[in-house]
């Protein structure tokens, strides 16, 4: 399922970030959503692919799955950067995807072969 998240404000003193989760074809546009605080600490913020998949983890799937089933609309998404620049993420609707539970990123520093 593919998903929208808006980065409202990223707060720098406690490593926090403000967001603002929502479905693609969500119902109502993404600012009407209510915003979500998350603690950047419990996220991988090696680059932006981890940082999404690890926010939609944490915070994503929860609020995607309640969402009620209306007429969708089509929500406008702005490209980021490979290299993550959360001071740059804010105020954008970025597109990420939430996958099942079976498939996760592995955290290791070298594979021996």
């Known amino acids: 399922m593919k998903s929208i998240i808006k980065i409202e404000k990223y707060i720098p003193e406690t490593n926090r970030i403000v967001v603002k989760i929502a479905r693609l074809h969500a119902p109502r546009p993404i600012d009407d959503y209510q915003p979500v605080t998350v603690?950047?600490?419990?996220?991988?913020?090696?680059?932006?692919?981890?940082?999404?998949?690890?926010?939609?983890?944490?915070?994503?799937e929860?609020?995607?799955?309640?969402?009620?089933?209306?007429?969708?609309?089509?929500?406008?998404?702005?490209?980021?950067?490979?290299?993550?620049?959360?001071?740059?993420?804010?105020?954008?609707v970025i597109q990420a995807k939430i996958d099942n539970n079976r498939k996760q990123i592995l955290r290791m520093r070298r594979v021996e072969l």
């Open 39 to 60: 603690d950047c600490d419990k996220l991988d913020c090696y680059n932006t692919e981890t940082f999404l998949y690890t926010l939609m983890r944490v915070a994503g």
């Open 62 to 92: 929860r609020h995607i799955n309640v969402e009620e089933d209306l007429e969708p609309i089509v929500n406008k998404v702005d490209t980021v950067s490979e290299e993550l620049d959360l001071p740059n993420m804010v105020g954008k």
